[in-house]
């Protein structure tokens, strides 16, 4: 368990404290994108992509830093796309919103809610067509079960039993709207159990736990045909979007972010590693480690040239 636990734990950190350097240096006003930060919330996207073979697919939304981080392990990339730079995936074009990294599977996101969910869907069609046992995933907020293209995409995948999951990454928010002001239901997995469709839920921070879940989602959908919907409650430790804390505009309260706190997914995961037996200087390690890469990230994308002028039309299509 201790190598897989040290897997998780270097995946969850390096996101972090990625995102804990663009805390850090986004006042320096360099980064010209808007940012979702996911502080607090890495044990989703780390659970669900160690479940997921390097083949499989992700599309994700708009708060997609630790999608990609955890799909690709590259932070020089990462960061040059940040700061706008040529020498990103996108050459600077995607900013935070926009992260993909096709050679990796991880096929795109979109600043629309809602709108990567049929995108995967069509992953998932392409893939049954082709017979290549792939799995298409949509991560996405609890603000898209609140979209009609939600509803559409998960009727047609148990209509036409695609290898898709649905991945509701529930942080209790839909912005600033909590769910009881949103859904005139109680329970979503009720509803979805409705549909032939498998389902499970959890409030666990332990990416382990979540990993577990998403593999026998996976290995039931290869089972019956029917797609999975995963519902995995979180909680963002920031503002919507932005670097900051919020507890001051009133929607929630200091008090709910300590209790998620005291089940942190990183330090749970340290803890498990330390009381396992793995050294502390061995963790330690791994945190020193990301520290150097995520500098000379920084130090790079910071030195890389802007996208000439000349590529403003380039790959534009209409």
């Not at 998932?124 to 017979?131: D, L, S, V």
């Not at 995948?157 to 999951?165: D, F, S, T, Y």
Request: aromatic share 8%.
């Amino acid at each position: 368990m201790s190598d897989r636990d040290l897997a998780l734990y270097r995946k969850m950190q390096l996101i972090r404290r990625a995102e804990e350097k663009i805390q850090e240096r986004y006042s320096e006003n360099e980064m010209k994108t808007p940012v979702h930060l996911c502080i607090g919330q890495e044990a989703v996207v780390v659970g669900v992509l160690d479940a997921l073979s390097p083949e499989d697919q992700v599309l994700g939304t708009y708060r997609s830093h630790g999608i990609y981080l955890a799909r690709t392990n590259d932070p020089r990339s990462f960061f040059a796309e940040i700061y706008g730079r040529s020498s990103a995936h996108a050459r600077g074009r995607a900013g935070s919103m926009h992260l993909a990294s096709p050679a990796h599977g991880f096929l795109g996101t979109s600043a629309v809610v809602g709108t990567t969910i049929p995108l995967a869907l069509g992953a998932a069609f392409a893939n049954q067509r082709r017979k290549n046992g792939r799995t298409a995933a949509a991560i996405f907020g609890d603000g898209a079960i609140d979209e009609g293209v939600f509803w559409e995409s998960l009727n047609y995948a148990c209509l036409a039993r695609l290898p898709v999951l649905f991945v509701c990454e529930d942080n209790g928010l839909a912005i600033h709207s909590p769910a009881e002001e949103r859904h005139g239901y109680d329970s979503i997995e009720a509803i979805v159990e409705r549909f032939r469709c498998h389902v499970a839920r959890s409030d666990s921070t332990d990416p382990a736990v979540l990993s577990d879940l998403t593999r026998e989602a996976i290995s039931k959908q290869r089972e019956t045909g029917q797609p999975a919907f995963l519902h995995f409650r979180c909680y963002r430790y920031v503002e919507h979007v932005g670097i900051a804390e919020d507890f001051d505009a009133g929607y929630r309260t200091r008090a709910s972010f300590e209790e998620w706190k005291k089940r942190d997914p990183i330090q749970l995961v340290r803890r498990r590693l330390l009381e396992g037996g793995v050294e502390r200087k061995t963790v330690d390690q791994i945190d020193q480690e990301i520290e150097r890469e995520l500098e000379s990230a920084i130090a790079l994308a910071k030195k890389a040239p802007f996208p000439p002028a000349s590529d403003l039309e380039k790959d534009v299509f209409a």
